[in-house]
């Protein structure tokens, strides 16, 4: 997430389960954070899409926190125009 942060990408941490004030802890300040909510995986995601989509964003990343091959080149590729 600090490359994120250093592209100047606004980064929104949707989790399951927990809450803001434990994942604020977890991760810290400036970093919108949203519980995922009910529903399947495909259903959350599509949700998170839209959300950033009608708050105006033209692009949008996601990136799931169970894929631990993601490199910091997978992050630059995704935040460069």
């Not at 991760?27 to 995922?36: A, D, F, K, R």
Request: proline fraction near 2%.
């Amino acid at each position: 997430m600090a490359f994120a942060s250093e592209s100047g990408a606004e980064i929104e941490f949707c989790f399951e389960g927990g809450d803001e004030k434990k994942m604020k802890q977890w991760l810290g300040q400036g970093i919108l954070y949203t519980n995922q909510g009910a529903g399947n995986l495909g259903y959350r995601m599509e949700k998170a899409f839209l959300r950033a989509f009608n708050s105006g964003f033209r692009r949008v990343v996601l990136f799931g926190s169970d894929i631990p091959g993601l490199t910091r080149d997978h992050f630059s590729k995704a935040f460069t125009p």
